[in-house]
């Protein structure tokens, strides 16, 4: 039986869109039953309607609190009989109530190599740290921001030359990439937490090591 997925997006929906591609696969292991926006412009919403998913607008500023928000969420989230949470550039903060809730069922993605640069900006602080890579993150939520035991990464070389707009779109072509991968192995029950960490059963690991620059 294939989980039932809600992919929540407050933009583009860039990743949403990745996700709704890999699941057409016949044998892919997820639905995705319904996409739903804190925000009713996201541009996410009409690609999400074209690809004939049911979309739901759950305007956060027409509640007074998160509580009450997240409890409408909850609400429809249940009655599209969702099993699991894709965020996608959702742009709000989860209290522990919700998040607790739907623990080891929510999964985020997050545009760097975590823990390394939570929050916002993170190409910004790559570059500016002079890391020579950095990447991306699905994890599962846990209350703190941008935390959570992680079940893909992919590892983006930082380049000569690159600023954060070209860092951007190499890290989201890789976050097109790990996205689809990680809800796969959630939803195919491959991925299990163990203590703080996923412990990813009979997938193919990488072979070698990568070298930035790479030679000289
Ligand atoms: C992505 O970079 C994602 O990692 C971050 O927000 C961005 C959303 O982009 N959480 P999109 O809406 O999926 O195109």
């Not at 933009?11 to 319904?34: H, K, T, W």
């Not at 846990?142 to 954060?164: S, W």
């Amino acid at each position: 039986m294939k989980k039932k997925v809600a992919v929540l997006i407050s933009g583009r929906g860039s990743n949403m869109r990745a996700l709704i591609e890999a699941a057409l696969a016949a044998d892919y292991p997820a639905d995705i039953v319904r996409v739903i926006s804190n925000r009713p412009d996201a541009g996410g919403l009409a690609h999400a309607a074209e690809a004939g998913i049911a979309t739901d607008v759950v305007d956060h500023t027409a509640f007074l609190g998160r509580d009450k928000f997240e409890a409408e969420l909850d609400r429809r989230l249940k009655e599209a009989e969702v099993e699991l949470i894709c965020l996608a550039g959702f742009m709000r903060l989860l209290t522990s109530r919700f998040v607790d809730a739907w623990k080891d069922r929510l999964i985020n993605i997050h545009p760097s190599l975590l823990p390394a640069f939570p929050g916002l900006d993170t190409h910004a602080r790559a570059l500016a740290a002079g890391v020579r890579f950095t990447g991306c993150t699905v994890h599962f939520v846990r209350t703190e921001m941008d935390a959570g035991p992680i079940i893909v990464q992919a590892a983006v070389p930082v380049l000569p030359g690159d600023d954060e707009e070209r860092l951007a779109t190499r890290v989201l072509e890789a976050e097109h990439l790990a996205y689809p991968l990680a809800l796969a192995l959630v939803a195919g029950g491959r991925a299990s937490v163990r203590g703080d960490a996923v412990v990813i059963d009979g997938a193919a690991a990488p072979t070698g090591f990568l070298l930035n620059p790479a030679a000289i």
